[in-house]
């Protein structure tokens, strides 16, 4: 039999500010206290606290900001949605019960190159409208998007009309388009430094890219979304059958 060791002090640290967390009843997106209470509290060195952080960050458990502090993220408690049912992004966070938000909107009038003219059926070079930003739950970046809409299917005034919020339930409620099929491909990719940085996450981090074309009842296309997902804030079902062979 081999000698049982006690477990790194870091170890034993990392499950005390677990207990901290539960204890307090600390919801995402709030500020655990700085590293002198804990040191001061737990009777630690900063360098032992420090390499605690650290893997509870690597586990998703807490993520620390620069300026800011650390934050609690808690990966137990995901954002699901099931891919054979199309929802929007603000559908998803707010079946979790969380508050869904945009920020650093910017929409633009662009010309399609070929992969965007060949997803929407137009030929390259005509206009479309495209509307990048970041998404938000509950105040965090959990996702940047990027949708292209043909400039026919929306109103001059698209960019004042449009307000942030489900881009679905705007061209549904607001422009009568019925948006029934879609196709979608998803992938994990590692995080560029552009992308990164709006989502307040590490360059080289695991994200999901869904790429989806939206059609309507008529089967043209009229939305094409590429979203970038993070991938400790997500999970995505998918209800499969068995394929039956004759």
């Not at 900001?65 to 408690?77: M, S, W, Y």
């Not at 940047?144 to 489900?166: N, Q, R």
């Not at 422009?175 to 992938?187: A, F, Y």
Request: proline share 5%; aromatic share 6%.
């Amino acid at each position: 039999m081999k000698k049982v060791k006690s477990p790194q002090l870091y170890l034993l640290v990392k499950d005390e500010i677990l207990g901290y967390i539960h204890d307090n009843a600390l919801k995402i997106g709030t500020l655990l206290p700085p590293e002198s209470h804990f040191v001061s509290q737990l009777g630690i060195s900063r360098g032992t606290l420090r390499e605690a952080m650290r893997v509870l960050e690597e586990e998703g458990v807490i993520r620390r900001k620069q300026g800011i502090g650390t934050l609690i993220c808690d990966t137990k408690n995901l954002i699901r949605s099931t891919l054979d049912i199309n929802e929007s992004v603000s559908e998803m966070i707010i079946g979790k019960g969380m508050t869904p938000g945009s920020k650093n909107t910017k929409i633009e009038k662009i010309k399609a190159g070929k992969k965007l003219a060949g997803k929407l059926d137009l030929s390259p070079g005509e206009p479309v409208i495209s509307i990048t930003r970041v998404r938000t739950a509950n105040e965090i970046p959990v996702a940047h998007t990027i949708d292209f809409v043909p400039l026919g299917a929306v109103p001059k005034t698209f960019s004042e009309d449009f307000k942030g919020d489900s881009l679905y339930l705007y061209m549904e409620d607001k422009l009568g388009i019925e948006l029934t099929n879609s196709m979608l491909m998803i992938q994990p990719i590692k995080a560029p430094s552009s992308i990164a940085r709006r989502l307040e996450v590490k360059q080289g981090d695991l994200l999901l890219l869904l790429e989806q074309t939206d059609t309507n009842t008529g089967n043209i296309p009229l939305l094409y979304s590429e979203e970038y997902f993070v991938a400790d804030r997500f999970e995505f079902i998918v209800y499969r059958r068995r394929k039956k062979i004759w």
